[in-house]
């Protein structure tokens, strides 16, 4: 076996409109178990940032703690990264984004990272609608200590050793639609047909851009009995509608058979296109999309695609009317303007 990544690429790969071809936005190579879910993934993000012509200097990628938080060293290579601590990712993407907001966030996390140790970090993302793409690697258990049950795993789920798990499991989704995120998808690992194109939403959605998608574990949780299992999840599998994503000044080449379309048009004027949406609900009504969270679950189907967006979504930067320019670019008269703004500043709070 050997641990050294090919250098050798077909040569007639094409390329993108900057001159790119694909290979030029992967990374290291993988140390994550042959077949693990994360790896699809990453492969999902690097096929999205090539269709998009992304500079992968202009992104940066942040991460916790967990199998997961290990993914951002497997794509866009020349990209920037910090692996932050546990659970803390949300923190260090929120001083960053408030530094530079000309760079693309991407921060990739755990069900353990988020939804235990990092929970009170989600939350408070969340609400204040940082523009990052949070992308939650779901296997529902703790893949980097041999298994245990995480906080997304579902009730009665039994894990590789048998043991059948007693509590309710949080529901990310679920939660970020209460709190206020105002882009919420799911998806699965394996279906990348679906994952790029809501990738690439996710990157052009101007606030908080959240993707809880199921990655099954396959050395500690694609048993039998597992709800986070490969076979589990295509039998129970449920998809909102056919996602496409248009950026800007591209041919619309996708097709569709005859249903109901929905087209959502981004902030910069890209499109999100939903094609067959099921009946009596609106990714645009917060209410309608929290109920068909709920009723998939009742169903025992694990509802993927686009849940809920805000197309007139303002972000942190809008909200607090912050400077355009990144704070390194600043000199000294923009941080030091004189006594007399001081002092204007300072009657006005009298």
Not at 214 to 235: A, L, M, Q
Not at 247 to 276: C, Q, W
């Amino acid at each position: 076996m050997t641990y050294v990544r090919s250098t050798f690429r077909h040569p007639a790969l094409p390329k993108n409109d900057l001159g790119y071809t694909v290979d030029f936005y992967e990374g290291s190579l993988s140390t994550l178990c042959a077949g693990c879910g994360h790896d699809s993934i990453n492969a999902a993000i690097v096929e999205a940032c090539w269709q998009m012509n992304i500079e992968p200097h202009k992104v940066a990628k942040l991460s916790g703690i967990g199998c997961s938080s290990k993914s951002p060293a497997y794509f866009l290579s020349n990209s920037h990264g910090f692996n932050s601590v546990h659970g803390r990712m949300p923190s260090v993407a929120t001083g960053a984004n408030l530094a530079n907001r000309d760079l693309i966030y991407f921060g990739v996390s755990g069900d353990g990272d988020t939804a235990s140790i990092g929970m009170g970090q989600f939350v408070h993302v969340v609400r204040r609608n940082l523009k990052m793409v949070y992308l939650l690697m779901n296997n529902g258990c703790y893949g980097l200590t041999k298994g245990q049950d995480s906080a997304t795993a579902d009730v009665g789920s039994v894990n590789k050793s048998g043991h059948e798990n007693l509590f309710a499991a949080i529901d990310l989704s679920s939660l970020a639609i209460e709190l206020g995120a105002t882009f919420v998808a799911q998806s699965f690992s394996g279906d990348k047909e679906q994952l790029v194109p809501l990738l690439m939403a996710a990157m052009r959605h101007n606030g908080f851009a959240f993707l809880n998608v199921i990655s099954p574990c396959v050395t500690f949780n694609n048993n039998t009995g597992s709800t986070k299992s490969y076979d589990y999840v295509r039998e129970h599998v449920a998809a909102t509608a056919t996602v496409d994503f248009v950026p800007i000044m591209r041919e619309i080449t996708a097709t569709y058979e005859a249903g109901s379309v929905k087209d959502l048009t981004m902030h910069d004027g890209s499109v999100i296109h939903l094609n067959k949406l099921q009946k009596d609900w609106d990714p645009t009504d917060r209410l309608s999309a929290t109920n068909a969270v709920r009723y998939a679950k009742r169903r025992n189907e694990i509802l993927t695609g686009l849940l809920y967006i805000n197309e007139n979504s303002t972000d942190l930067h809008g909200l607090l009317k912050t400077t355009e320019r990144p704070l390194n670019l600043l000199s000294e008269a923009d941080l030091c303007p004189g006594n007399s703004l001081l002092e204007s500043l300072n009657d006005s709070l009298r």
